[in-house]
């Protein structure tokens, strides 16, 4: 099975902070990761597929990158509705795996 | 717009049997695969299972395989999970999902899930 660990497990900042999560996998995957952000009590939503392709309305501050075993995902100026917890997860083969998690939380 | 409304969740006892499901609209569902996701208390999300648009593949997690199965009803517009034997560690929030045309595993649509006890 594909591990995803994705660093920091937690990251503090605050608004208008560019913040970075990176994301590994256990094997090289090509560009299949998608990126989600979870709110709790809502949905998840996607926000990149592809390692870097947006999905829908997001916002341009938003931006993934990466190939093979290292990807990214940077926000370049922090807004209040982004304190929510990210995941990373690969779409090359099942298991369909998530990383465990970055909660990004206000300092 | 996609709306997913899942339904079915409950407290049941452990070893026990649970069918939860999920109504599928503004959207082909029958051209589209679909997925389950979970989230226990205070943990991340974690991939169940998905099912191709026609039933003619899916795929399940290990920790749940040879126990749940996911199923579909193209004429109703509805997903199900069979959980059998279930567990305390199945305790959590459950989500459907809408995969591609596919089963490309990226999930772009959720619903606002359903959650299931074991206890």
């Known amino acids: 099975d594909i591990q995803m660990t994705q660093s920091p497990y937690y990251l503090s900042a605050s608004i208008g902070d560019r913040v970075t999560i990176t994301c590994r996998a256990s094997q090289t995957i090509d560009k299949y990761v998608n990126w989600y952000q979870h709110t709790p009590g809502k949905a998840p939503r996607l926000l990149i597929y592809a390692a870097s392709n947006f999905q829908g309305v997001v916002p341009s501050r938003f931006s993934g990158n990466g190939s093979g075993t290292e990807f990214t995902l940077s926000i370049s100026s922090l807004q209040p509705e982004d304190f929510a917890s990210y995941y990373c997860q690969q779409s090359y083969d099942t298991p369909f795996t998530f990383g465990p998690g970055t909660k990004v939380d206000l300092k | 717009e996609v709306q997913l409304v899942e339904s079915g969740g409950v407290l049941v006892k452990p070893g026990g049997t649970l069918t939860i499901s999920c109504a599928a609209s503004g959207f082909t569902f029958s051209t589209y695969a679909m997925a389950w996701v979970r989230q226990a208390p205070g943990k991340g999300l974690e991939w169940v299972s998905v099912i191709s648009s026609s039933s003619g593949t899916t795929h399940y997690a290990d920790s749940v395989k040879g126990r749940f199965t996911t199923s579909r009803d193209n004429s109703r517009n509805v997903v199900s999970l069979r959980m059998a034997s279930l567990r305390p560690e199945d305790t959590g929030v459950y989500y459907c999902?809408?995969?591609?045309?596919?089963?490309?595993?990226?999930?772009?649509?959720w619903g606002q899930g359903t959650l299931v006890t074991v206890s």
């Open positions: 999902a809408r995969d591609s045309d596919v089963v490309a595993a990226t999930f772009y649509d």
